[in-house]
């Protein structure tokens, strides 16, 4: 399965809004378990009380993270006025407290908190030249390489949103970023914005979030998206929007529609759940199929299915059980535990497909060893035929903004026809999403869209980016 990014959250709490203030870290708590599906290694929550930065980070998913005890003794004695809080994403040999979020540091201008989303293309040259000039790292992710750039930058200038704007010359790649200083809280959006950020109210507050479900999940209003290149400074003064860094072509990742967001998220002015709605149909009209039901893979293979299931006239059911007491199966380590997860996490509803031709949708094949699993219970629960069927096109080349794509050694589809991945993975017949098709899937997107691991055209020059995992196992090696 794809590995996803983080989730972030910030909230900057009102005079005027008492109950804000109160319960800060319950409401970064309420955000953040919506934000669990972008990230499952690591949690990590930072409150800022009368200027003074207290946090608390650590593997594992939210629920193992906090609990009544943690929320209500962290931070100071009184109200936060600010806070931000992340979910982290698993990457090969990343599994340590050290690289959970939110950083926090204290500098000779004052201490500051920072949560990121996405993955830089030059990371390992700015860190090797951070290192030179003396700084030290505590982690092995980019987001410390961000943090420092950004501290390297306030020394010279007035205020913390110019530092970051500095260093938004320098960072290359795909970041959106939630900080706050003593005083301030600033989101800000790569300006190709590959990541997706959000704006929202309770009340006179402000609150930033990846996703608008998060949100939802704790009584705001949703206002608008960051832009691409946009930073967004709160403070006692209101908000102010920083536009220097605006104007660049955008390409958010068309991913975040096809699986990492929430079908509840409205991203970018495009409903998540209608996005996988078209594809679905658009799936049906490409690659129909002769059979008596159309089921999807949970969750994010749900709507597609659904969708596909109303163009073709197929009847739609569920088809598998998902054990909601487990994480997507990306989150282990390793192959033989990935296969393992996807006995426990999924399983089939003999009613549903015995002696049934069925139609299966889900999200991608990557290397095909879960399709694999898949197919077989469902022909171990009596299904006929089975007719796989994914909403978006092969992936045939790495992805170096954050989709954990590294090589396209790795990908089935790079290796082998339409036909011989059909056979490797027992279906009776398969069907993709075209990338013509996918283009129309996000009609009204504010952004245009990256679909780099189909088409290899990359929206930034990537001749000196490395794959995360790898710059890890380079600095590990180190």
């Given at each position: 399965?794809?590995?996803?990014?983080?989730?972030?959250?910030?909230?900057?709490?009102?005079?005027?809004?008492?109950?804000?203030?109160?319960?800060?870290?319950?409401?970064?708590?309420?955000?953040?378990?919506?934000?669990?599906?972008?990230?499952?290694?690591?949690?990590?929550?930072?409150?800022?009380?009368?200027?003074?930065?207290?946090?608390?980070?650590?593997?594992?998913?939210?629920?193992?993270?906090?609990?009544?005890?943690?929320?209500?003794?962290?931070?100071?004695?009184?109200?936060?006025?600010?806070?931000?809080?992340?979910?982290?994403?698993?990457?090969?040999?990343?599994?340590r407290r050290s690289n959970a979020q939110p950083i926090v540091i204290k500098h000779i201008k004052g201490s500051m908190a920072l949560g990121h989303n996405g993955n830089l293309t030059n990371a390992a040259r700015l860190r090797r030249t951070l290192?030179?000039?003396?700084?030290?790292?505590?982690?092995?992710?980019?987001?410390?390489?961000?943090?420092?750039?950004?501290?390297?930058?306030?020394?010279?200038?007035?205020?913390?949103?110019?530092?970051?704007?500095?260093?938004?010359?320098?960072?290359?790649?795909?970041?959106?970023?939630?900080?706050?200083?003593?005083?301030?809280?600033?989101?800000?959006?790569?300006?190709?914005?590959?990541?997706?950020?959000?704006?929202?109210?309770?009340?006179?507050?402000?609150?930033?979030?990846?996703?608008?479900?998060?949100?939802?999940?704790?009584?705001?209003?949703?206002?608008?998206?960051?832009?691409?290149?946009?930073?967004?400074?709160?403070?006692?003064?209101?908000?102010?929007?920083?536009?220097?860094?605006?104007?660049?072509?955008?390409?958010?990742?068309?991913?975040?529609?096809?699986?990492?967001?929430?079908?509840?998220?409205?991203?970018?002015?495009?409903?998540?759940?209608?996005?996988?709605?078209?594809?679905?149909?658009?799936?049906?009209?490409?690659?129909?199929?002769?059979?008596?039901?159309?089921?999807?893979?949970?969750?994010?293979?749900?709507?597609?299915?659904?969708?596909?299931?109303?163009?073709?006239?197929?009847?739609?059911?569920?088809?598998?059980?998902?054990?909601?007491?487990?994480?997507?199966?990306?989150?282990?380590?390793?192959?033989?535990?990935?296969?393992?997860?996807?006995?426990?996490?999924?399983?089939?509803?003999?009613?549903?497909?015995?002696?049934?031709?069925?139609?299966?949708?889900?999200?991608?094949?990557?290397?095909?060893?879960?399709?694999?699993?898949?197919?077989?219970?469902?022909?171990?629960?009596?299904?006929?035929?089975?007719?796989?069927?994914?909403?978006?096109?092969?992936?045939?080349?790495?992805?170096?903004?954050?989709?954990?794509?590294?090589?396209?050694?790795?990908?089935?589809?790079?290796?082998?026809?339409?036909?011989?991945?059909?056979?490797?993975?027992?279906?009776?017949?398969?069907?993709?999403?075209?990338?013509?098709?996918?283009?129309?899937?996000?009609?009204?997107?504010?952004?245009?869209?990256?679909?780099?691991?189909?088409?290899?055209?990359?929206?930034?020059?990537?001749?000196?980016?490395?794959?995360?995992?790898?710059?890890?196992?380079?600095?590990?090696?180190?």
């Amino acid at each position: 399965m794809i590995h996803e990014e983080c989730g972030l959250l910030g909230i900057y709490a009102a005079k005027q809004d008492q109950a804000v203030h109160d319960d800060m870290a319950n409401l970064c708590y309420a955000g953040l378990y919506a934000l669990q599906h972008r990230g499952q290694e690591s949690a990590g929550i930072a409150l800022n009380t009368n200027g003074h930065i207290t946090n608390r980070r650590d593997v594992g998913l939210v629920s193992e993270v906090f609990n009544e005890d943690s929320l209500k003794n962290l931070g100071d004695k009184g109200a936060a006025e600010i806070a931000i809080a992340h979910v982290r994403y698993a990457t090969t040999g990343a599994g340590r407290r050290s690289n959970a979020q939110p950083i926090v540091i204290k500098h000779i201008k004052g201490s500051m908190a920072l949560g990121h989303n996405g993955n830089l293309t030059n990371a390992a040259r700015l860190r090797r030249t951070l290192e030179l000039s003396g700084n030290i790292f505590h982690s092995t992710s980019d987001t410390e390489v961000i943090m420092y750039t950004i501290t390297h930058e306030r020394l010279k200038v007035q205020s913390i949103e110019r530092a970051l704007s500095n260093a938004m010359n320098t960072l290359r790649g795909a970041y959106s970023i939630v900080m706050m200083s003593r005083r301030k809280l600033i989101a800000a959006r790569d300006p190709n914005g590959f990541r997706p950020l959000c704006i929202g109210k309770i009340g006179e507050s402000i609150v930033f979030a990846s996703e608008s479900c998060a949100l939802n999940a704790i009584g705001a209003e949703f206002i608008r998206d960051v832009r691409p290149g946009e930073i967004v400074v709160v403070s006692d003064d209101g908000m102010e929007s920083i536009a220097d860094h605006c104007g660049a072509a955008s390409s958010l990742c068309v991913f975040e529609y096809i699986y990492f967001a929430r079908p509840d998220s409205v991203i970018d002015g495009v409903s998540v759940h209608k996005a996988r709605l078209r594809a679905g149909e658009m799936l049906a009209e490409e690659h129909p199929a002769r059979a008596d039901v159309v089921i999807g893979v949970p969750d994010s293979g749900l709507d597609a299915a659904l969708g596909f299931a109303r163009a073709s006239g197929i009847p739609y059911d569920f088809g598998f059980l998902k054990n909601k007491y487990i994480g997507r199966t990306f989150i282990a380590p390793n192959q033989q535990q990935r296969e393992l997860s996807v006995r426990i996490k999924l399983n089939p509803i003999a009613d549903a497909v015995k002696g049934k031709r069925v139609v299966i949708v889900d999200d991608s094949i990557v290397r095909g060893t879960t399709s694999m699993k898949i197919i077989r219970l469902l022909r171990a629960a009596g299904a006929t035929e089975v007719h796989m069927r994914l909403s978006c096109p092969p992936f045939l080349y790495p992805c170096y903004f954050g989709t954990d794509v590294d090589t396209s050694e790795n990908l089935i589809a790079y290796k082998h026809t339409l036909f011989e991945i059909r056979d490797i993975i027992g279906a009776d017949s398969l069907g993709y999403l075209s990338k013509e098709a996918l283009r129309n899937i996000t009609e009204g997107c504010h952004c245009s869209l990256c679909d780099a691991c189909f088409s290899g055209v990359y929206p930034v020059d990537i001749s000196s980016a490395q794959i995360k995992s790898q710059f890890e196992q380079d600095i590990d090696a180190d």
